[in-house]
Each structure stands twice: as structure tokens, then as C-alpha cells.
């Protein structure tokens, strides 16, 4: 049974930083794409980054230098590294994945989802 669990939101203030874990389970993550996404209050879910199964990453405009994906393929983790964050990273992120070569920034592409967790930046 697949499944995702992310974990490591809270509150912080502008500029200081946050890593958000995705633990994936009843599969192995580098072999398909994986996606965060946020939802910030009264929005819609957005995307924020993905890396797929090649290892290749993409990043949203606002985050790109900012937030950085990284893996450790041996705990079967993805991890979301946030720094200098801002008022408006604030939000509901949301790990995904989906089988499939290529990864898209759409979230109805995505099979699988976490609970989500909440990050508040104050400035």
C-alpha cells in the first residue's frame, strides 16, 4: 500500500528556515515522480517543485534558489529544504508521487498524496 507522511512543518520567522520530510512507503521513491505542492490560505494548491525518477528537479519561480529538494534513498525520503522563507511561503505543503517518466506541475497528474503539513512564516 503506498503511502506518504509528511512531517517537519511549524511556525518560523521571515528568513529562518524549515526541511519538510515526505516518508514514502509501499514503494520506492526515486523510481517515481515526486512533487511538493502548497496550499496557502483561502488558495488553491499549487506546485512548488518536483524531481523525477532521472534525479532531474524543478522548481516554481518564487522558491527556485530558496527551497531545494533532496533524497535519501536509503530511508526512502524525500525532503523539502526551505530557507530565507517569507510571509507568503505560508501554507499547507503537501507531498505527492505518481508513476511515469515524465513529472508535471499539475496536481490532478499525481496518484498519490500526504496529509500535508503546515508551515507559518510571520514576519
Known amino acids: 500500500q503506498v503511502q506518504l507522511v509528511e512531517s517537519g512543518g511549524g511556525s518560523v520567522q521571515a528568513g529562518g528556515t524549515l526541511r519538510l520530510s515526505c516518508a514514502a512507503s509501499g514503494f520506492t521513491s526515486s523510481t517515481y515522480c515526486m512533487g511538493w505542492f502548497r496550499q496557502p490560505p483561502g488558495k488553491e494548491r499549487e506546485w512548488v517543485a518536483t524531481?523525477?525518477?532521472?534525479?532531474?528537479?524543478g522548481y516554481e519561480n518564487s522558491v527556485r534558489g530558496r527551497f531545494t529538494i533532496e533524497t535519501d534513498n536509503a530511508k526512502n525520503i524525500v525532503y523539502l529544504q526551505m530557507s530565507s522563507l517569507k510571509v507568503e511561503d505560508t501554507a499547507m505543503y503537501f507531498c505527492a508521487a505518481t508513476p511515469g517518466d515524465i513529472c508535471y506541475v499539475v496536481d490532478s497528474f499525481y496518484s498519490y498524496w500526504g496529509q500535508g503539513t503546515q508551515v507559518t512564516v510571520s514576519a
Open positions: 524531481r523525477d525518477r532521472l534525479g532531474r528537479i
